[in-house]
């Protein structure tokens, strides 16, 4: 008998709140999080709107590192951790280190510390680059601070597996918890506003100039995003022990790639099916069982067209009686973090039998036609989440959870 | 739980383009390390690298386009194929069957994101190259490796610094015990770059040489003081035991065993360093289900780092005991540099070449050890080493830890 593993607690730094409750009743009343970029000058550009994390101060959630020797990404996941222990109601040293471990997923990881290096090299001012540089900027600072800085010395894994990255490495934590290497896992993304990735997506066109309306017929692409998403993930044992609350079972997950295109997804959905297929046979889980799905849902016409051919695929006439949304509508694209952020929804969605709108959908496209719960967060019995997340590379990543029975 | 075999390997480095050429100098303590070609040295304080003279990916890919691969995906793409062939995955086959790809990068190409970056400063964001921004994910070489090779498998990028090849077989090897697939490449690659080697250097993690090759770096000499960053791509093909066993594929070696530790003052602090280490080796060896008395050798992570290196002689001897003494110890960063990401799988694949030939690289340039130093059997020149189980070490800069148990595959 497998060991079962549930999620415990949720931490979330993100464009329409902190925290597990701001977060989510933001949601939930259609929230969104997108406005005028202030990071940086984006008069180059001809687009301007991102949805940036306002109003951070890291200084509130750190009690071991000095707030000068972490990148934003780091912050945010720091800050995320400690939300997620806090809501876990998990005391970080009450916890053997060497059982606890921490694994996150990134697109970027500290893209702010190369933009600086490239500021100075373009400014010949490079001699002001010092050792803060390898110090800062590596991705894999990201999950060795957030370890660091609560004394986890147990696994530590950071995937960089692009705007999928946080449900691998939900899977991974997954399997470490169930091979009995750790018995509590932080797994989660981070990301910060970057104008590097801002750059990419203007020159793809891929940025939409005002709102994000994922499956709208008249949807204008993407909004770039940051922030972190973070989970507690222990054995359901462990958690029963110790009474804690538990929001969602992690079931079983599938990854996947499409080996097809670096940027567009496979024009069947083949890898994006492939991973779904997966992580229901993973679960043992029936395609009609599926009662949410949490949709990667950018609110680029290729993306949303592409993924609906997918789920069809996979799902059949099943496909049209599973509610589908796109928390993108409101939190824009938060890169790495994105799938955590929304693997966080689907285990609130599972725990609450609430599932938050794809907001700013006003004309159906045809290519669309599935049930995108429109505009308005819904009440519905939600057994089974799927949360879906694909990514540069043509990976593809589905995560799959349902309620805790005991 | 399903037991994980090596079936091939590939290797793009500094000294060779094979498992077999690459252990032949290593043996003959030749190094790669040159005066660095690829950018000017001319501001930094060190100015060897191991890079590859001419590397042309053509040699391993033929024809097929390779603009839209940068350094460090032509040196994954290529080590891929020779992987691929050495372990007789056919285009068909692969067309029939899911191979995935687990890779280790500690950068990807901090170049392509950086070059990406200063173009739009200089030129304004409207100049920047679209294909270039696919290239600044830090998946990007395992995504342009996938889409050469047919890979529709698993597509996984570990980072966890220079610890990011070895944690790659780790990772894939838990997925392949662990029933999730059947065939995975795993390994790790890291270019050598401006970016990347400004970065080192102004860490002080360089070495100090005057430029003459073969004196520096000097693993766990005593006169040690810093690496020098090498680059290149090695890849096992990890299969599932069974099912490698029904293609008929030959098996080089099992992977036993795997272990990790985290050291959370990340460097910082002696006796924690040493224990993180100590602990890796330990789960390692028991996850592996080996004794100390039944490892042969140790393929240490040792680059010529001050203290990292004095860490892991330390961590060893804590696991080992009085038998660190006895234990033969290789170190081939000493020839290879700092490979970062690929320096594990590099270490991986020069072990396996070690059990097959029996003889185990020595460390140039060793002359002498600190007193009361945990290892003894470390020497300038190569040795005979019958072995039949090698442990594998690799340690981070900064905090991580992974030690891996490979073991000769004659029972398969």
Not at chain 1, 355 to 366: F, G, Q, R, S, V
Not at chain 2, 58 to 86: E, M
Not at chain 2, 210 to 234: C, K, Q
Request: charged fraction near 20%; aromatic fraction near 6%; hydrophobic fraction near 40%.
């Amino acid at each position: 008998m497998q060991r079962r593993i549930v999620i415990t607690g949720i931490g979330a730094v993100t464009p329409v709140g902190t925290g597990r409750e701001q977060f989510w009743d933001n949601l939930l009343a259609g929230q969104s999080g997108i406005g005028v970029v202030e990071s940086f000058d984006t008069s180059g550009y001809s687009v301007h709107r991102g949805a940036e994390v306002r109003g951070f101060r890291v200084e509130d959630y750190l009690e071991h590192t000095e707030a000068s020797q972490l990148g934003r990404a780091s912050q945010f996941a720091i800050a995320a951790a400690r939300l997620a222990l806090a809501d876990a109601r998990v005391r970080p040293d009450a916890l053997d280190p060497e059982r606890a471990g921490v694994a996150m997923g990134t697109t970027s990881g500290e893209p702010r510390e190369v933009e600086r290096f490239d500021d100075a090299f373009v400014g010949k001012e490079l001699s002001s680059v010092g050792a803060e540089f390898i110090a800062r900027y590596p991705c894999h600072v990201i999950s060795e601070h957030v370890a660091s800085e609560l004394n986890f010395a147990g696994v530590n894994m950071m995937i960089p597996t692009a705007c999928a990255a946080g449900n691998y490495a939900i899977a991974y934590a997954f399997d470490m918890l169930r091979a009995g290497r750790a018995d509590l896992m932080l797994a989660g993304g981070s990301d910060a506003f970057s104008r590097i990735t801002y750059t990419g997506f203007a020159r793809l066109g891929a940025i939409a100039p005002e709102i994000c309306q994922p499956f709208d017929r008249n949807r204008k692409g993407m909004v770039p995003g940051e922030g972190a998403g973070v989970l507690v993930l222990e054995p359901l044992d462990g958690a029963m022990a110790r009474g804690a609350h538990v929001y969602a079972e992690v079931a079983g997950y599938g990854l996947s790639c499409d080996a097809h295109h670096m940027t567009a997804a496979h024009p069947e959905g083949d890898g994006a099916a492939r991973a779904m297929r997966q992580a229901l046979e993973q679960s043992g889980v029936r395609p009609e069982e599926v009662s949410y799905i949490s949709a990667h849902g950018t609110g680029t016409a290729t993306n949303d067209r592409l993924e609906t051919i997918a789920v069809k695929r996979l799902f059949g006439d099943a496909a049209y009686k599973i509610p589908i949304s796109s928390v993108k509508s409101m939190l824009g694209h938060t890169m790495g973090a994105a799938s955590a952020i929304e693997a966080a929804v689907c285990a609130l969605a599972v725990n609450c039998d609430r599932i938050p709108p794809t907001i700013n959908l006003e004309e159906p496209d045809p290519d669309c036609d599935l049930d995108y719960v429109p505009n308005y967060a819904r009440e519905h019995r939600v057994n089974v989440a799927m949360n879906n997340a694909y990514a540069f590379g043509g990976n593809n990543a589905s995560l799959v959870l349902r309620k805790c029975e005991v | 739980m399903r037991r994980v075999v090596i079936t091939g390997a590939g290797v793009v480095s500094s000294l060779g383009d094979s498992p077999a050429a690459l252990h032949a100098a290593l043996c003959e303590g030749r190094s790669g390390l040159r005066p660095v070609e690829l950018f000017e040295t001319g501001m930094l304080g060190c100015p060897l690298g191991g890079e590859i003279k001419s590397f042309d990916a053509r040699n391993y890919l033929g024809k097929r386009n390779l603009r839209p691969l940068d350094r460090t995906s032509r040196l994954v793409a290529s080590a891929a194929q020779l992987a691929l062939d050495a372990s007789e995955w056919t285009a068909e086959l692969r067309a029939d069957r899911e191979v995935g790809l687990v890779l280790g990068t500690m950068f990807c190409s901090v170049h392509t994101i950086s070059e990406f970056d200063r173009r739009a400063l200089e030129a304004g964001p409207g100049y920047a190259s679209p294909m270039d921004f696919s290239n600044t994910v830090i998946n990007a070489a395992a995504g342009q490796t996938a889409i050469m090779h047919n890979l529709r498998g698993t597509n996984t990028t570990v980072s966890t610094g220079t610890t990011s090849g070895l944690n790659a077989i780790a990772y894939a090897t838990d997925l392949i015990r662990g029933g999730r697939a059947r065939a995975l490449l795993a390994g790790g690659a890291d270019e050598l770059c401006f970016e990347s080697f400004y970065g080192f250097d102004r860490a002080g993690l360089l070495c100090h040489t005057t430029g003459a090759a073969g004196d520096f770096p000097i693993p766990f000499d005593a006169r040690r003081n810093g690496a020098a960053l090498g680059e290149g791509a090695a890849l096992l093909m990890l299969e599932d035991a069974e099912s490698a066993r029904e293609r008929g594929a030959r098996v080089l070696a099992e992977v036993r065993g795997h272990g990790g530790g985290f050291d959370c003052s990340r460097g910082k602090k002696d006796l924690k360093a040493v224990e993180a280490i100590s602990r890796a080796v330990r789960l390692a060896l028991s996850d592996a289900g080996v004794s100390t008395r039944e490892v042969d050798c140790l393929s240490a992570s040792a680059n010529g780092s001050p203290a990292r290196d004095w860490h892991e002689a330390h961590g060893v001897a804590c696991v080992f005991d009085d038998s660190s003494r006895s234990l033969p110890v290789t170190a081939i960063k000493s020839m290879l540099g700092e490979t970062l990401g690929a320096s594990g799988a590099m270490q991986a694949v020069a072990m396996l070449e070690t059990m097959r030939d029996g003889v185990l690289p020595g460390i140039p340039s060793l002359q002498e050890l600190e007193t009361d130093f945990p290892l003894a059997m470390l020497s300038p020149e190569s040795r005979e080493v019958e072995v039949h189980c090698g442990l594998v070490n690799s340690v981070g800069l900064d905090g991580n830890s992974c030690s891996l148990v490979l073991a000769r595959g004659e029972e398969f």
